[in-house]
């Protein structure tokens, strides 16, 4: 599979997956329900894999899982999952995948000192821009709760990239990393819900069980993060996360179909500003030569 092939991949779940969960935890599920089936489900699905690779995977690689577990494993997705009880779908999209390559390039520069290049500092800031627009309404014309949700959305986009920049480093290819996250996010999530919350989920209908198993666990939980490696390293970090400015848009369109979420004027301007802050970034996002950006990239792939 092509980088960008990946990269669509990743935009359709992840515009996707914010309607179903927020459909999840307003209606039969608790948040930590749906973080056991988003990590238990996963390490199921990654165990045979990684017991036939168990040799071949280094141990600079299971220790460099521990803090990309906490970027893009059980702590990114609490903060999701539990913002969606306070915040509509179309916020979790707009401030989560929406504003990431924002979150790269001021993260890339304080904490890996990476030098931006101008399109990703004007698209960083319109991106910004957008995000203030949109707490600004949150804070107006919603319950304090909803600012809450944005809150958590924001601080999850900010893991998720400090996960995208540590990835580039890391050298494990997209399956090691990603069976990696799940399997330590699993050791922490599993225990946590059998000792706060045990038997909730067999109370719940077998229909809507079996439709959040295949988008916490299989889908999110397993194909998107796959994919996201995969584009991480055909494309590096910057075009990786620049490629997802459709996101924000498919998920109110889905949100206003499945949820009748409605967007007010301000909430769609701010959502435009996102989406063009990403467009605007999605070239090399940090200064350098395109050589040595290439080269990068290739001893990922």
Same mark, same amino acid.
């Given at each position: 599979?092509?980088?960008?092939?990946?990269?669509?991949?990743?935009?359709?779940?992840?515009?996707?997956?914010?309607?179903?969960?927020?459909?999840?935890?307003?209606?039969?599920?608790?948040? =930590?329900?749906?973080?056991?089936?988003?990590?238990?489900?996963?390490?199921?699905?990654?165990?045979?894999?990684?017991?036939?690779?168990?040799?071949?995977?280094?141990?600079? #690689? @299971?220790?460099?899982?521990?803090?990309?577990?906490?970027?893009?494993?059980? !702590?990114?997705?609490?903060?999701?999952?539990?913002?969606? =009880?306070?915040?509509?779908?179309?916020?979790?999209?707009?401030?989560?995948?929406? $504003?990431?390559? #924002? @979150?790269?390039?001021?993260?890339?520069?304080?904490?890996?000192?990476?030098?931006?290049?101008?399109?990703? *500092?004007?698209?960083?800031?319109?991106? &910004?821009?957008?995000?203030?627009?949109?707490?600004?309404?949150?804070?107006?014309?919603?319950?304090?709760? *909803?600012?809450?949700?944005?809150?958590?959305?924001?601080?999850?986009?900010?893991?998720?990239?400090?996960?995208?920049?540590? /990835?580039?480093?890391?050298?494990?290819?997209?399956?090691?990393?990603?069976?990696?996250?799940?399997?330590?996010?699993?050791?922490?999530? $599993?225990?946590?819900? %059998?000792?706060?919350?045990?038997?909730?989920? @067999? =109370?719940?209908?077998?229909?809507?069980?079996? @439709? =959040?198993? /295949?988008?916490? !666990?299989?889908?999110? !939980?397993?194909?998107?993060?796959?994919?996201?490696?995969?584009?991480?390293?055909? /494309?590096?970090?910057?075009?990786?996360?620049?490629? *997802?400015?459709?996101?924000?848009?498919?998920?109110? *369109?889905?949100?206003?179909?499945?949820?009748?979420?409605? %967007?007010?004027?301000?909430?769609?301007?701010?959502?435009?500003?996102?989406?063009?802050?990403?467009?605007?970034?999605?070239?090399?996002?940090?200064?350098?030569?395109?050589? &040595?950006?290439?080269?990068?990239?290739?001893? /990922?792939?």
């Amino acid at each position: 599979m092509s980088g960008y092939a990946a990269a669509v991949v990743v935009v359709l779940i992840w515009g996707s997956y914010p309607v179903a969960t927020r459909a999840g935890v307003t209606g039969s599920f608790a948040p =930590q329900d749906l973080i056991l089936l988003r990590f238990g489900v996963g390490a199921l699905l990654f165990l045979p894999w990684v017991a036939m690779h168990f040799r071949a995977i280094r141990r600079e #690689a @299971w220790l460099q899982g521990v803090p990309l577990a906490l970027f893009q494993g059980a !702590g990114m997705a609490a903060l999701v999952i539990c913002g969606l =009880q306070f915040a509509p779908a179309n916020h979790a999209a707009a401030l989560g995948p929406g $504003v990431a390559p #924002a @979150w790269v390039a001021l993260l890339g520069y304080l904490v890996f000192s990476k030098r931006p290049s101008a399109r990703m *500092v004007v698209g960083a800031g319109l991106s &910004a821009f957008g995000v203030v627009i949109l707490a600004t309404s949150s804070a107006s014309m919603h319950s304090p709760a *909803v600012l809450m949700g944005d809150l958590m959305f924001l601080a999850a986009s900010a893991l998720g990239a400090l996960y995208v920049l540590q /990835l580039r480093s890391w050298g494990a290819n997209a399956i090691q990393a990603a069976a990696i996250v799940t399997l330590y996010s699993a050791l922490a999530v $599993v225990p946590w819900h %059998l000792q706060s919350a045990p038997g909730t989920l @067999w =109370q719940v209908a077998p229909l809507a069980l079996l @439709w =959040q198993i /295949l988008w916490q !666990g299989v889908l999110i !939980g397993c194909i998107a993060l796959v994919a996201l490696n995969h584009a991480i390293a055909r /494309l590096g970090p910057d075009r990786a996360s620049a490629l *997802v400015a459709l996101v924000p848009a498919l998920s109110a *369109v889905l949100g206003l179909l499945f949820l009748g979420e409605v %967007l007010s004027s301000t909430e769609i301007a701010a959502i435009l500003a996102i989406s063009a802050g990403v467009s605007i970034g999605a070239s090399r996002a940090y200064g350098g030569s395109p050589a &040595a950006s290439s080269a990068a990239v290739k001893r /990922l792939a």
